[in-house]
Nanobody, 125 residues
């Protein structure tokens, strides 16, 4: 069974940084895209970033472009999200996810088949 465990969330002041990590277990994920999504209170879950299976291609939501960086370590089955210049509007529960199909790359919820439990990020003004 696929398991994803996020870590690294917390409370940070605006302008600060956090690094989220996601450890995957249950099978090898090196052939699958991995992504980060977030859900703020009262809002729909939204795409944040995705990284292709071989880490060559990445995509970001416009709202985080230039501030967030996604990376992965296939040898360790982990994906990271480095978040800088954080803003109060970045406050949300952040989820990592694994692509539904090998070698595919998507940016929507339905493109991902397994999800973690989420880690809370709170950015104070």
């Amino acid at each position: 069974q696929v398991q994803l465990a996020e870590s690294g969330g917390g409370l940070v002041q605006a302008g600060g940084s956090l690094r989220l990590s996601c450890a995957a277990s249950g099978r090898t994920f090196s052939s699958y895209a991995m992504g980060w999504f977030r859900q703020a209170p009262g809002k729909e879950r939204e795409f944040v970033a995705v990284i292709e299976w071989n880490a060559v291609v990445t995509y970001y939501a416009d709202s985080v472009k230039g501030r967030f960086t996604i990376s992965r370590d296939n040898a360790k089955n982990t994906v990271h999200l480095q978040m800088s210049s954080l803003k109060p509007e970045d406050t949300a529960v952040y989820y990592c996810a694994v692509g539904r199909a090998p070698y595919a790359l998507g940016l929507t919820n339905r493109d991902f088949g397994s999800w973690g439990q989420g880690t809370q990020v709170i950015v104070s003004s």
